[in-house]
């Protein structure tokens, strides 16, 4: 971090909206962050207790879970504390720090994982015979560690370029939390190498992991159609209609943020929504609603739990 910092806090703005709204959207984002969480929540533990779902699959989805539930954590609270009071979008520097590092770090890790999830259904729709010894209990440990330590080492690079720079003058963030592109509005210096550095390294890994999903998908397209029966193409095509769901969901307003020229401060604030806050909550939704194995899971975890409870 750069020792010329003289700003000790700064503000976040918060989302554009008229001052009425603010009650009604505490409301709302406070009703999805619970949801988010709890929906997350009740994935984990029924992929744990249920041991039809200790496969390679529920194995990325655990994941998946896990890192939607922080996702949301680490941006929603903050964002709420900005609706209810007006002294809520103060932050201080080294907790902006914290926010842009962990924001990216499960931002960045959930795009690798997106492309291993993509990856493993390949696998499992154009090698069935195979599929199990392709994808062992260690490859399947390998191929997610590989996805937290890329978007640790991935996260490391944007926070350090970022904080590098000197910020001695304007210290109002105008978004609602520490992201790159507008606090490098604030620094004491010139920013174009480092934006330069920071879009191409977010172009390669959002661009990568996208490119490396739709040819893994037009892969299992052409699986799919090689298969003989409509039952077993419909089962196949349902297996993959989850994930792509969740996938455009998070890589379509990412994209539109990060690899686009120019900033436009209102439309970012609103587009970045879709991402942070109900993107983590269509993993529960989507993946619950859609899966047949999730449903019959949860269905058991409740006659369990009433069961207990009426003995």
């Known amino acids: 971090m750069s020792n010329a910092s003289l700003v000790t806090a700064f503000i976040l703005t918060g989302l554009p909206h008229a001052p009425a709204l603010d009650a009604p959207l505490f409301g709302i984002f406070l009703v999805v962050y619970v949801l988010t969480v709890l929906g997350n929540l009740l994935i984990l533990l029924v992929i744990r207790v249920d041991s039809h779902l200790h496969t390679p699959m529920y194995s990325f989805l655990s994941n998946l879970s896990f890192i939607d539930m922080w996702f949301s954590t680490v941006t929603v609270p903050k964002m709420l504390m900005t609706l209810v009071s007006p002294s809520g979008g103060a932050i201080s520097f080294h907790s902006c720090v914290a926010q842009l590092y962990f924001f990216h770090f499960l931002g960045s890790t959930e795009c690798f994982l997106y492309a291993v999830m993509s990856y493993d259904r390949y696998l499992a729709i154009s090698y069935p015979l195979r599929y199990t010894s392709m994808m062992s209990g260690r490859s399947c440990a390998l191929l997610a560690t590989s996805t937290w330590l890329n978007g640790s080492l991935h996260s490391a690079v944007?926070?350090?370029?970022?904080?590098?720079?000197?910020?001695?003058?304007?210290?109002?963030?105008?978004?609602?939390?520490?992201?790159?592109?507008?606090?490098?509005?604030?620094a004491c210096a010139d920013t174009t190498a480092i934006e330069i550095v920071i879009f191409v390294t977010v172009g390669i890994v959002a661009s990568?992991?996208?490119l490396l999903i739709v040819v893994s998908y037009v892969s299992?397209?052409?699986?799919?159609?090689?298969?003989?029966?409509?039952e077993g193409r419909c089962r196949a095509?349902?297996?993959?209609a989850s994930h792509c769901i969740v996938v455009l969901c998070f890589f379509g307003p990412g994209l539109f943020i990060y690899l686009r020229p120019g900033s436009r401060k209102a439309v970012d604030g609103v587009v970045a929504v879709f991402y942070t806050v109900l993107t983590p909550l269509l993993n529960p939704v989507v993946y619950t609603l859609r899966n047949k194995e999730v449903k019959k899971a949860l269905l058991k975890l409740k006659y369990k739990v009433a069961h207990s409870q009426s003995k």
Do not use: E, W
């Open 237 to 240: 095509f349902q297996t993959c």
């Open 158 to 186: 944007q926070t350090i370029l970022t904080f590098h720079l000197p910020y001695c003058g304007p210290n109002r963030i105008q978004h609602y939390l520490c992201d790159a592109p507008p606090i490098l509005k604030l």
């Open 208 to 210: 990568g992991c996208f």
């Open 220 to 230: 299992i397209v052409c699986s799919i159609l090689r298969i003989h029966t409509s």
